[in-house]
């Protein structure tokens, strides 16, 4: 059974940072690439990063590109996503996924990825 949790998510003032983490099991996680999406209140779930099971240079959402980086630990089969400079726009529910085995490419829409987490809330106030 596959499990990807999240956590690391809470309350940040404007210009803070946060550390998200996700834990995957169940499958075998190098071969597979890794995504953060996010959805805020009454808006639809938006890619914000992913990585591929290589190294490459990993594709970000417009709005976080040189804010935010994701990096992998294949040896924990851990996800992560470095979060700084956050703005109250980046409020919203962030959620881990993974698409595999051995994609093509890292995929920017949330139709491409086989498996969710739950979520973890981030809250960044003004």
């Known amino acids: 059974q596959v499990q990807l949790v999240e956590s690391g998510g809470g309350l940040v003032q404007a210009g803070g940072s946060l550390r998200l983490s996700c834990a995957a099991s169940?499958?075998?996680?190098?071969?597979?690439?890794m995504g953060w999406f996010r959805q805020a209140p009454g808006k639809e779930r938006e890619f914000v990063a992913g990585?591929?099971?290589?190294?490459?240079?990993?594709p970000y959402a417009d709005s976080v590109r040189g804010r935010f980086t994701i990096s992998r630990d294949n040896a924990k089969k851990t996800v992560y996503l470095q979060m700084n400079s956050l703005k109250p726009e980046d409020t919203a529910v962030y959620y881990c996924?993974?698409?595999?085995?051995?994609?093509?490419?890292?995929?920017?829409?949330?139709?491409?990825?086989?498996?969710w987490g739950q979520g973890t809330q981030v809250t960044v106030s003004s």
């Open positions: 169940g499958l075998p996680f190098s071969a597979y690439t």
């Open positions: 990585i591929s099971k290589t190294p490459s240079i990993p």
């Open positions: 996924a993974a698409d595999g085995p051995l994609p093509l490419r890292v995929g920017v829409r949330s139709s491409e990825y086989d498996y």
